[in-house]
């Protein structure tokens, strides 16, 4: 379940709502045909909300199947906030809120490849900075601060690691090195 971002899709949706079902004062939902395929089945939903300027829309897509449009919207509604603080740090971390691509298709690589990206961060902490002094750093720091160390890896000729350089300089190089190592044994 997610909500979409385009107000100008939003408009275009809600071009094509045959009828509105009230969902509370001031608010109405519709369903509509999903504008694009998305690779599996979704519904689409569309919200019309009177504001002081007029009426504002917004749509949602979700792949659950819940009996009415109200009960997906209550369903958005009681969302935790999780998701929101996880997009948040990789927003600021991987720098998503900068890049933008002009073509729908290019777009959806650039989110494939931060979600890889995503990943990998999530993959690197998890086996090399859980039990570590960056045990508390979160995207933004772990790419900004410890990715960006100058230095470089040293395999012998079976592709095995020998050794872990960083510029010394650097005031955690000793605590990254020993977690560089530790990533790289692991995998």
Not at 3 to 28: C, F, I, S
Not at 77 to 90: L, V
Request: one cysteine or more.
């Amino acid at each position: 379940m997610a909500k979409g971002m385009n107000h100008r899709r939003a408009e275009a949706l809600a071009r094509q709502v045959p009828r509105w079902d009230t969902y509370r004062e001031g608010v109405w939902l519709a369903e509509v045909s999903p504008p694009t395929d998305y690779g599996r089945p979704v519904r689409v939903f569309v919200k019309k909300r009177l504001t002081e300027d007029g009426y504002r829309h917004s749509y949602y897509v979700s792949t659950l199947s819940l009996p009415s449009k109200g009960r997906f919207m209550a369903c958005y509604e009681a969302r935790g906030g999780a998701e929101i603080e996880q997009f948040r740090n990789d927003k600021s971390g991987l720098g998503l809120e900068a890049r933008r691509k002009r073509s729908f298709l290019g777009q959806k690589g650039y989110i494939l490849l931060t979600d890889l990206a995503h990943n990998l961060l999530a993959d690197f902490y998890y086996h090399a900075l859980r039990d570590s002094p960056f045990v508390d750093y979160g995207p933004k720091r772990i790419v900004r601060d410890l990715l960006a160390t100058p230095g470089r890896l040293i395999f012998d000729g079976r592709g095995q690691l020998i050794r872990v350089e960083l510029l010394s300089l650097k005031h955690f190089a000793k605590d990254l090195a020993i977690c560089l190592e530790r990533y790289c044994s692991s995998h």
